[in-house]
């Protein structure tokens, strides 16, 4: 029983440790559960329906109506009794019954159905770019979202270490005091160092609990459970001439979207100078009048009909809108240039960022590795007697310095050339 009862407390107190997560799970439930991505994906279906409905001017219209009207009157009547008239009244109720089907063709619009499709067209292009660009745009988030929880946990492992360390030279800066060998000064310094190694332990563990939360609330995820995540996403490295970085800006999704707005914008000037063109309609429609459902074929009727329509005034409404729609694709034409000239050198930028956080993310090893080599024989030295404390303080601070700054340079690259690959419109999410 008493076993038994021990192992109950035992799972309670455990701490419930939640499953590894690697990037290929992660970036594969992105792409179907990533709310920015549905929300880019239903635009972009939306605007495809929209493009078909561009398709009306093209095609006729045939309608069918069916109404059934009655209508009544009172008429005065007069009725003979015993030789005397009695005036009275009687009522007469009539009963109508009409179908018809319709049918109306337009011949000719002034190109302005065909200029409505055209930017319809436009427009889908343009969504569609925006569906690429937002899954450059996630694609960046994951990866920064998983590079700051690799960090939160990493840093998380490291302040234990660092409160070992702490723990260890406060122990030993407090035999020499007590030996009569230091200050008191260091040993209330080692003692602070001691309490601000536990404080970052409780920061850590609440940075690691935000990181995790994050990470999944980008893949419609919101269980509260611990996991850890392992390995890192896949990085996209290109070396850039002059020539390259224009290819490149010229295949973004920013500058595609830029182009398709100013075609759109194009077609919106060629809808509206229709106005000023005559419109050719052609018209056909049978009819059939009667008192009862369904009417026969002996009241019918049918008509055919080509109506020509010629603008000629309509209070400079329509040279209004078109002198606006004329200024808005001057509009878009220049945002499309800024749009280029703005690309290039942020994508060049991007790159060099990229390309300096290797060199970095190698310094910072360097400086590590050399930081942790330098404390081992600082501590001898101190044990020794043949170091000071200020100044074994001051390679003990730098080694944590060091160590924390490795981890920042590890999460850093990876967000630099995630943003990179944002830049380009590129990324880890198809």
């Known amino acids: 029983m008493m076993k038994k009862i021990f192992c109950f407390f035992f799972l ?13 799970s992660i970036s594969e439930r992105a792409k179907t559960e990533n709310m920015a991505l549905k929300t880019a994906r239903e635009q972009l279906i939306s605007t495809e329906y929209s493009q078909k409905a561009a398709l009306k001017g093209f095609l006729p219209t045939l309608r069918g109506n069916i109404s ?15 030789g005397q008239i009695v005036n009275s009244t009687s009522s007469v109720l009539n009963d109508t019954v009409v179908t018809s089907l319709n049918f109306s063709q337009n011949l000719f619009s002034g190109l302005k159905d065909w200029s409505r499709y055209s930017q319809a067209k436009w427009q889908t292009q343009n969504k569609y770019w925006s569906l690429v660009k937002t899954k450059s745009e996630v694609s ?23 409160i070992s360390r702490r723990e260890s030279n406060y ?46 609330s980008l893949i419609n995820k919101d269980a509260f459970e611990e996991y850890r995540v392992e390995g ?18 010229l295949n973004t ?52 009909g080509l109506n020509l329509s010629i603008p000629i005034f309509d209070g400079l409404s329509d040279y209004s809108t078109l002198k606006g729609a004329v200024s808005n694709k001057y509009a878009a034409e220049a945002i499309k240039r800024n749009t280029y000239l703005t690309l290039i050198p942020s994508i060049r930028q991007a790159v060099n960022l990229a390309r300096q956080s290797d060199v970095k993310l190698r310094v910072d090893a360097r400086f590590r590795e050399a930081s942790q080599t330098r404390a081992e024989i600082a501590r001898a030295k101190y044990n020794n007697g043949l170091l000071t404390f200020e100044d074994w303080d001051i ?4 080694l944590i310095n ?5 981890l920042q340079s590890k999460r850093d690259r990876i967000v630099k050339y995630a943003a990179f690959e944002k830049s380009i419109g590129k990324g880890s999410i198809e």
């Not at 009048?289 to 009417?295: A, H, I, L």
Request: glycine content about 2%; charged content about 25%.
């Open 253 to 304: 999704p920013d500058y595609h979207q830029a182009f398709s707005m100013e075609k759109s914008s194009e077609e919106e000037v060629r809808a509206l100078r229709s106005a000023f063109i005559p419109s050719l309609d052609f018209s056909a429609s049978i009819s059939r009048n009667s008192q009862f459902f369904f009417p026969d074929e002996n009241n019918q009727r049918w008509t055919l």
């Open 232 to 249: 890192e996403p896949p990085l996209l490295t290109m070396n850039l001439t002059d020539e390259d970085l224009k290819e490149v800006a």
């Open 68 to 82: 059934a009207m009655r209508t009544g009157s009172e008429r005065p009547s007069a009725i003979v009794t015993n």
């Open 140 to 162: 960046y988030s994951l990866k920064e979202a998983f590079s700051s929880l690799l960090y939160a946990q990493e840093y998380a492992e490291l302040t234990k270490e660092i």
């Open 402 to 406: 060091r160590q924390i700054n490795y």
């Open 12 to 24: 309670v107190s455990t701490p419930l440790i939640g499953a590894t997560w690697n990037w290929e």
């Open 171 to 216: 122990q030993i800066v407090k035999v020499r005091f007590e030996s009569g060998r230091e200050n008191k000064g260091s040993v209330l310094l080692a003692q602070a160092y001691l309490d601000q190694a536990r404080l970052d332990a409780i920061i850590a563990a609440d940075n690691l609990s935000v990181a995790r939360k994050q990470l999944f």
């Open 395 to 398: 390679i003990e601070s730098e």
